[in-house]
């Protein structure tokens, strides 16, 4: 068994189960949760950000990523933004609400 840690706090376990190689990860994302609460709470921060002709929809960490590809077979890393933004307001419980709204999208 092996263990490495990703400059993101992802942590990557390898192990062997049966001949199999198995890959797990795991990552404290409470604080990312956290920031994205701040930002999206921000009105100061959206502001600015449209002023300056861009919107942060969501602050996703490495993580909760894999956990999407996964678990529910989205991969964020090929999908349009306003597919990601419809695909977490659908998720929102299970996501940690990451953004608020689509209507801006």
Request: no cysteine; glycine share 4%; hydrophobic share 35%.
């Amino acid at each position: 068994m092996e263990k490495t840690v990703s400059s993101t706090g992802l942590r990557t376990k390898v192990d062997f189960q049966d001949d199999k190689l198995v890959l797990s990860y795991d990552q404290d994302v409470s604080a990312a949760l956290d920031y994205a609460e701040k930002l999206r709470n921000s009105p100061e921060y959206a502001t600015q950000g449209i002023k300056r002709s861009w919107f942060h929809a969501a602050h996703i960490s490495e993580g909760v990523a894999l956990k999407m590809k996964f678990e529910d077979g989205f991969d964020i890393y090929s999908a349009h933004p306003k597919e990601i933004a419809a695909f977490l307001m659908k998720n929102k419980e299970k996501y940690g609400r990451l953004l608020t709204s689509t209507k801006k999208l």
